[in-house]
């Protein structure tokens, strides 16, 4: 116990004698993860508004005209286990004399003396997976369901807002991965200066019969802290920027809001702690060879 | 105790040490003396592991350095005191901290800690500086200093290397004096220097190296 407590108390002393170089790092560290942080909520609104503008793509699939109701309703069944295909809803001929005389204000029978429109159905998709939809196999297999005869959709739209959705969640990952990577050489080169001006230190430890490891935990503790401290500063700085942000927006539109999902925080902090100790590795693992 | 059998190590200029057979017994006493760049220290780094042989092997108390694993190394020094010429004293830290600092090391709690250096600084006049920083003390008291940091934890062997190199010849005097009363009690010293006067007189083993070789 005493032998930890030793530790980490020079794990604290390393971080207080060399104040400077310690708080360059935690701003780096600060700074990165606070990017990470936006990225993160880009995408994860990007990630909501896919959602939405998927829960308002529409499939409309019309039948032949000799499609009885009760065939509608087998071929829509049909439709419903083509992989991809999140709900269905069949529409009568009824029906669509029904939303017919709504949308035109005449009864259709009144008109033409008979129903010449045929059964349909509207095909909602899968909205909520992370990869961008691919809405083209979807419209095939629905073509080559028997009794369709004609599907209409929003093609280009669809194909527009999945590829914009692809790239910037492709963006999002590689921008992530540069800055962490970035933010463990940051780290790990702090530690390797404070190993460098420690070297007195570290070279007494080994000649006393110090262990590896007994010579690297106050490095790592170290290198811990920095990561923590630069986590906390992003956490606070990154809900700052979501209230004041939410708070602008409020002042033009009640529609839009930034949500914060309430784990941000505790994702920065593991992370941190997760670069500082792999920084802080690496630094005395190859000081130390 | 340590056996050096045909140990040779080269720098990748000059030569460290050729062929030494060397033995050091427990509690045994021995000086190696030689001029500047004679290979006493590269011996003394080889005894502590520091380096290891181009060939030959160094056996400390039957273990072989060179089939020793990493792990081992730490062990084998925690039976071995350091003392060099530059005293080496942490200059963050007060006397009590730089003298505790092996017994950290070792695992010891807090108030065994404390009892042992207590103790080890009032029997070598320093417990009256505990609190004085290393640049707060006289060349002397460093080097006593660091003899407290190499006594405290009790070792086989303290290897000197050229402990009176930076100190005048009075005070020289009193710290061979001191060692001597530590080898009484049992503790093997294996100390360089080329200092001959200093030493010639005190009754103990003198073993000469010159470019890396020795004389008997």
């Not at chain 2, 695992?107 to 600084?121: F, N």
């Amino acid at each position: 116990m005493d032998k930890l407590v030793f530790l980490i108390a020079e794990g604290f002393k390393n971080i207080w004698r060399f104040k400077l170089s310690t708080l360059t790092s935690i701003f780096s560290v600060f700074m990165t993860l606070y990017l990470i942080g936006l990225l993160f909520v880009i995408g994860d609104n990007s990630q909501k508004l896919i959602v939405y503008l998927r829960s308002k793509y529409k499939i409309e699939v019309f039948y032949r005209p000799d499609v009885s109701d009760r065939q509608a309703q087998a071929i829509t069944q049909e439709i419903q286990k083509i992989p991809g295909v999140r709900s269905t809803t069949v529409i009568t001929r009824a029906d669509a004399a029904r939303i017919f005389e709504q949308q035109f204000g005449n009864d259709i029978m009144d008109i033409l003396d008979e129903n010449p429109l045929p059964a349909s159905a509207v095909v909602n998709i899968s909205r909520t997976q992370t990869a961008s939809i691919d809405i083209a196999p979807i419209i095939s297999a629905i073509e080559n369901v028997d009794g369709v005869d004609d599907v209409n959709f929003q093609g280009r739209l669809i194909n527009r807002i999945e590829r914009y959705y692809e790239l910037i969640y492709q963006g999002i990952t590689i921008a992530a991965a540069v800055i962490l990577l970035v933010t463990i050489s940051i780290i790990s080169n702090t530690i390797k200066l404070t190993f460098y001006i420690r070297s007195d230190l570290v070279k007494a430890l080994q000649l006393v019969g110090a262990s590896r490891t007994f010579i690297r935990i106050p490095f790592l503790i170290d290198g811990l802290l920095q990561g923590l401290t630069g986590a906390i500063l992003a956490t606070a700085a990154l809900y700052g920027t979501i209230y004041t942000g939410n708070h602008f927006i409020a002042m033009i539109t009640s529609r839009v809001r930034i949500s914060g999902d309430y784990f941000i925080g505790l994702w920065l902090i593991t992370a941190a702690l997760l670069i500082g100790l792999i920084g802080a590795s690496r630094a005395t693992a190859k000081l130390l060879k | 105790m340590i056996t050096l059998e045909d140990v040779s190590y080269s720098y990748k200029k000059w030569i460290g040490v050729s062929d030494v057979n060397l033995r050091i017994e427990s509690g045994e006493y021995t000086y190696i003396i030689g001029p500047t760049g004679s290979g006493k220290t590269t011996l003394m780094r080889l005894i502590y592991l520091d380096l290891k042989p181009d060939s030959g092997r160094v056996l400390i108390e039957g273990l072989d350095t060179n089939k020793a694993k990493r792990r081992h190394i730490p062990k084998i020094r925690r039976r071995i005191g350091m003392i060099f010429q530059e005293y080496n004293l942490l200059e963050d830290r007060n006397l009590f901290a730089n003298v505790a600092l092996p017994l950290h090391v070792l695992g010891q709690p807090r108030k065994e800690i404390k009892a042992s250096v207590d103790a080890i600084l009032n029997e070598l006049g320093l417990y009256s500086k505990s609190s004085h920083m290393p640049n707060e003390l006289s060349g002397g008291e460093q080097q006593r200093a660091c003899i407290a940091r190499a006594l405290v934890k009790k070792p086989d062997i303290i290897l000197a290397d050229e402990p009176t190199g930076n100190l005048d010849p009075i005070t020289a005097y009193d710290l061979m004096e001191l060692l001597d009363q530590i080898n009484g009690r049992g503790t093997a010293i294996f100390m360089a220097s080329h200092n001959y006067t200093l030493i010639r007189d005190r009754g103990h083993r003198i073993i000469q190296i010159q470019e890396g070789k020795l004389r008997t």
